[in-house]
């Protein structure tokens, strides 16, 4: 089952044009929204939830039209950003009693196991809790009413390398029951590495590509050489060439590396394809 589907949002303000945006996830994965600050991430997310109005295009999450059926939406998902939008003098046991109000599915029983595995304490306001913390405490309300679809924007920006591998694990706890799935949102794009089942990639508004993580890497090869080794037309083919004093390096789509046998060819990270097509595109 399909619990996402965003088909030809579009979006324009003064400055920046979110263009004819495409995707999918299906119930059980992860999946990535990368592009480099700008890009139209926070854009797209809050044109398929509504939260600005698109020119165009649709938006289904959970099986329910966004634009029919919203109440319906909302219920059935769970929005985390790294920054919480709760009242900082507030007490978590006063957030927690409000926010099950909203929904007929809240599990008070889950709500209490989640706060003893994240070690919250309900007695402490927001502003006592760390970066991480904070978003443990989002996690826990969105798990406790069963959130389909996790919408997580940035939630591991500033948090320490020990953090977000907690926070990663949790995100594959969340869909390993094949039934609730993660569009995750992020620059930190190591993060990805060790989570993503799907990628999409957005630039400049636009959808450059959306397909499986195994295939995303697969597309690419890493290519350094020798800059006397290059002629104009294997320039062509690089993508975010880069000649200095000792060479070059770039990237190239795998199905040109046959013109680059002699050359050397490596799998690149997801940041290393992400750095090169920015090159191309700035």
């Known amino acids: 089952m399909e619990l996402l589907k965003v088909e030809n949002l579009c979006k324009t303000y003064p400055s920046f044009k979110l263009q004819d945006v495409s995707f ?23 044109s398929m939830l509504n939260i600005v109005s698109a020119e165009k295009g649709s938006s289904k999450i959970c099986g329910y039209d966004i634009q029919t059926n919203e109440d319906e939406v909302k219920k059935s998902i769970g929005f985390i950003s790294g920054t919480d939008g709760f009242y900082s003098t507030k007490k978590l046991k ?21 706060l003893q595995k994240f070690k919250l304490d309900e007695n402490k306001k927001i502003k006592e809790l760390s970066a991480g913390m904070k978003i443990k405490f989002q996690l826990a309300l ?19 390398p020990v953090s977000r591998d907690e926070l990663i694990l949790l995100f594959q706890e969340y869909v390993a029951d094949e039934k609730h799935s993660i569009l995750f949102s992020t620059h930190v794009i190591s993060d990805l590495e060790k989570c993503a089942d799907f990628i999409t990639y957005i630039n400049n508004g636009k959808i ?12 690419y090869r890493l290519i ?45 990270s997801f940041e290393e394809i992400m750095i090169h097509i920015e090159r ?3």
């Open 280 to 282: 191309e595109y700035k």
């Open 208 to 219: 450059l590509k959306s397909t499986d993580s195994v295939s995303f890497k697969q597309d």
């Open 142 to 160: 969105a798990m406790s009413h069963d959130a389909k679809l996790l919408i997580l924007d940035e939630p591991t920006s500033g948090l320490d």
């Open 94 to 114: 006063t957030i927690s009693s409000v926010y099950k109000k909203f929904f007929a599915t809240w599990n008070q029983e889950k709500y209490e196991s989640l």
């Open 24 to 46: 999918s996830l299906e119930e059980g994965y992860i999946m990535g929204f990368i592009g480099r600050n700008g890009a139209g991430k926070t854009t797209t997310i809050k």
């Open 224 to 268: 350094s050489g020798k800059n006397d080794e290059l002629s104009d037309e294997l320039k062509s083919k690089i993508i975010g060439l880069n000649i200095n004093k000792f060479g070059f390096e770039g990237m190239i789509n795998t199905k040109d590396k046959e013109l680059f046998a002699s050359f050397n060819l490596s799998e690149p």
